[in-house]
């Protein structure tokens, strides 16, 4: 029976660990054990860190994988570099499934960043900007005061962002981020699924002025993208780091599974 490593995390994962189940293929999944109570996939299922890529090489031969999938989170960087590196030493072929980025549609105030740290720096420009014309451009915004951020980069980013003079954060999370926290922080635990209404609701109860996200694409994670929009909030949107050069990439788990069969 051909076996199948899925790295995972991600619905697509799922959908691929399914797909492929259901085709008569022998399907390990792969978690990076974070999460609390992750939505697991169907079939076996094993949590942890390999141990960077000689545990994983020494693993996918242990284990008689003939074929890996990297269906990571798109910023899940160290991962996917991990797979790139013990699939050529390995010889067990890789495919990388990447959901598409989100784009810019009309009506969008967005500003791309190359990564969280210029996130963070453009913040404390704008609420520079903003207490050095306080009289007139920030008196001018409903809730005045410091910028009123709304951050759904992941709690391990938290410390990036704190610390900014002018700066409040309403940080969105799965699970709560490390203590202390700082008075300018307030956390919000959910996972979603997430509505356009609630995500409405959310910005306007929290008189919230610029939205901060990652480029993660799909769209478990867009209605924030689309209230935004309505509500003419500004998005500062954090690019995804590039795959490593030469990788084979496929979009949609259909495409992962055509190619995991063999
Ligand atoms: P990362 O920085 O690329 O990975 C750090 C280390 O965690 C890796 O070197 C590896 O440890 C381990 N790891 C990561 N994914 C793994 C997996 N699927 N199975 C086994 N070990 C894994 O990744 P991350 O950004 O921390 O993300 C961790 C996991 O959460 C990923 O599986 C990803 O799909 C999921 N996720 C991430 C995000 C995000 O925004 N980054 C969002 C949603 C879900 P070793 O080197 O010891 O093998």
Do not use: C
């Amino acid at each position: 029976m051909r076996r199948v490593l899925i790295l995972g995390g991600t619905a697509e994962a799922r959908a691929l660990a399914a797909e492929l189940s259901g085709r008569g293929v022998h399907v390990v999944s792969s978690l990076a054990g974070r999460v609390s109570n992750p939505r697991l996939p169907v079939g076996e299922v094993r949590e942890g860190g390999f141990g960077g890529p000689d545990g994983l090489a020494a693993w996918l031969a242990a284990e008689r994988i003939d074929a890996l999938v990297d269906a990571t989170h798109p910023f899940a960087a160290r991962m996917t570099a991990s797979a790139a590196e013990a699939s050529a030493r390995t010889g067990v072929p890789l495919l990388v499934l990447r959901r598409p980025g989100w784009r810019e549609g009309p009506g969008d105030t967005w500003q791309r960043v190359p990564s969280l740290h210029a996130a963070a720096a453009r913040l404390s420009e704008t609420a520079t900007r903003l207490s050095g014309t306080r009289l007139s451009e920030a008196a001018a915004r409903p809730g005045g005061g410091p910028l009123r951020v709304f951050l759904t980069t992941g709690r391990r980013s938290l410390p990036v962002f704190t610390g900014r003079a002018g700066v409040w954060l309403l940080a969105r999370s799965v699970d709560p981020p490390e203590p202390p926290l700082p008075d300018n922080v307030h956390v919000l635990l959910d996972r979603g699924p997430y509505t356009v209404e609630g995500e409405r609701a959310l910005i306007r109860e929290h008189r919230l002025d610029v939205l901060v996200t990652k480029d993660s694409g799909g769209p478990m994670t867009t209605a924030k993208l689309v209230a935004a929009r309505e509500l003419g909030l500004p998005v500062i949107m954090v690019d995804r780091p590039p795959p490593p050069s030469g990788v084979r990439l496929v979009e949609t788990a259909a495409a992962a599974a055509a190619w995991a069969q063999g």
